[in-house]
T-cell receptor, first 114, second 114 residues
């Protein structure tokens, strides 16, 4: 099976702009989680979607939003970008049946905000 | 809220030797799952090992094994016969069942010397 894919891999934006990142999960996986990784804050959970519904959300401002489509692909959007949004954004997919199932990660999207 | 602590920012090991990475966590749950992930310089997060808290037996995967001490809330990773390819950042993670969320520790950089 193909792994989790994320597009684009690299992105440069300026403050105030908005950005949309995409994640395609492993075939058959219905849960997609998003994480932000920065040197200062480490890996932090953004949100998780299962069957087009957000089930959990991390402690991020409303500028961070996401959605999931019927084919389980997910997008996350960051509006009014700030310098501090520069980070590696990782998505992970799993079947979504619970029971501590393994999350499989994509290669990430590196976002640089100037 | 669950927390995960990795007290060793950096560790070194000689090739072919054994190294142990420490992880402690805090939770009030009795049934949960713990993970170790590896992140090499490519930044791709790779699953190393998974432990179910209700299982007494420590998980093993080839050269990787854990020492899971539930009462002490400790979950250390032992890497035997270390190889150059083991050099990476290692993250310990606690799985929150609701909303399929991983809570990560700060990570330990492992350097392997030849």
């Amino acid at each position: 099976k193909a792994g989790v894919t994320q597009t684009p891999r690299y992105l440069i934006k300026t403050r105030g702009q908005q950005v949309t990142l995409s994640c395609s999960p492993i075939s058959g996986h219905r849960s997609v989680s998003w994480y932000q990784q920065t040197p200062g804050q480490g890996l932090q959970f953004l949100f998780e979607y299962f069957s087009e519904t957000q089930r959990n959300k991390g402690n991020f401002p409303g500028r961070f939003s996401g959605r999931q489509f019927s084919n389980s692909r997910s997008e996350m959007n960051v509006s009014t970008l700030e310098l501090g949004d520069s980070a590696l954004y990782l998505c992970a997919s799993s079947v979504g049946q619970g029971g501590g199932e393994t999350q499989y990660f994509g290669p990430g999207t590196r976002l640089l905000v100037l | 809220a669950q927390t995960v602590t990795q007290s060793q920012p950096e560790m070194s090991v000689q090739e072919a030797e054994t190294v142990t990475l420490s992880c402690t966590y805090d939770t009030s749950e009795s049934d949960y799952y713990l993970f170790w992930y590896k992140q090499p310089p490519s930044r791709q997060m790779i699953l190393v090992i998974r432990q179910e808290a209700y299982k007494q037996q420590n998980a093993t995967e080839n050269r990787f094994s854990v020492n899971f001490q539930k009462a002490a809330k400790s979950f250390s990773l032992k890497i035997s016969d270390s190889q150059l390819g083991d050099a990476a950042m290692y993250f310990c993670a606690y799985h929150v069942e609701y909303g399929n969320k991983l809570v990560f520790g700060a990570g330990t950089i492992l350097r392997v010397k030849s």
